[in-house]
């Protein structure tokens, strides 16, 4: 399987090559083209009551397309975000990863979804008491609205809500209120010994409810 992304920054297409048996998992209705037939089945994500949960309780999509190649030859499947933005990879052979709702294109054989406890802090943001945690040894492709910024962090990082697209599963996040913005604060990693850990964290340029806001001021 061959991975490609084109059109970067700001209109970043996934471009997928199947080898005959090889098959992709991603988001409902991302795929773009397709330079064969492949075959599409749509189905829960993960098992389904999780999904349903995951829905209830997190906002993240409780079903998405299994794409398979059943032909004899290669076949290219482009896929993209509704928004516009940048893609980025993500190897989970470097430690399971969780994800904000809505931020997932696709991911590969072998990542297993799991719920991941938010928090009441979550909750009160407006962001669910449930995240996806996403393990295993596949890659994952996530979308963002405007620049991907990968970033190992060191010591706490206050961004403002919404910019934030991935982190690593046991890093601690909190938010707090101040005056009509939510702020996020992300902790840097404790080892026992009590040194400070790297921990790694992907986050956006641009936010959609500022994008919201902007529109707002023009009518």
């Known amino acids: 399987m061959l991975f490609t992304v084109s059109c970067r920054p700001a209109f970043a297409a996934l471009f997928v090559t199947l080898n005959p048996g090889e098959k992709i998992t991603v988001k409902t209705d991302s795929i773009i083209s397709m330079d064969g037939k492949v075959t599409i089945k749509t189905q829960f994500c993960g098992f389904w009551l999780s999904a ?4 209830c309780l997190g ?6 397309d299994y794409v ?6 290669p076949i290219t499947v482009v896929l993209s975000q509704t928004t516009i933005g940048d893609i980025e990879r993500i190897d989970l052979s470097e430690g399971s990863i969780c994800l904000q709702p809505g931020v997932c294109l696709a991911y590969t054989k072998g990542v297993k979804i ?3 406890w938010a928090g009441f802090g979550s909750w009160f943001a407006g962001e669910g008491l449930l995240k996806t945690k996403l393990k295993g040894k596949g890659r994952v492709f996530i979308a963002a609205y405007g620049g991907v910024i990968k970033q190992t962090i060191y010591q706490d990082l206050v961004m403002s809500q919404g910019h934030l697209l991935a982190y690593s599963s046991n890093t601690r996040l909190k938010y707090h209120k101040e005056e009509e913005k939510v702020n996020l604060t992300v902790s840097a990693l404790k080892s026992k010994k009590g040194r400070t850990q790297g921990a790694l964290i992907y986050y956006q340029s641009r936010n959609l409810k500022g994008l919201i806001n902007y529109l707002r001021s023009l009518v």
Not at 68 to 73: A, L, V
Request: charged share 30%; glycine share 6%; net charge neutral.
């Open 59 to 64: 906002g993240a999509d409780v079903f998405v």
């Open 52 to 55: 349903l949960l995951r829905k």
């Open 114 to 116: 799991k719920n991941y």
């Open 68 to 73: 398979t190649n059943e032909t004899e030859y």
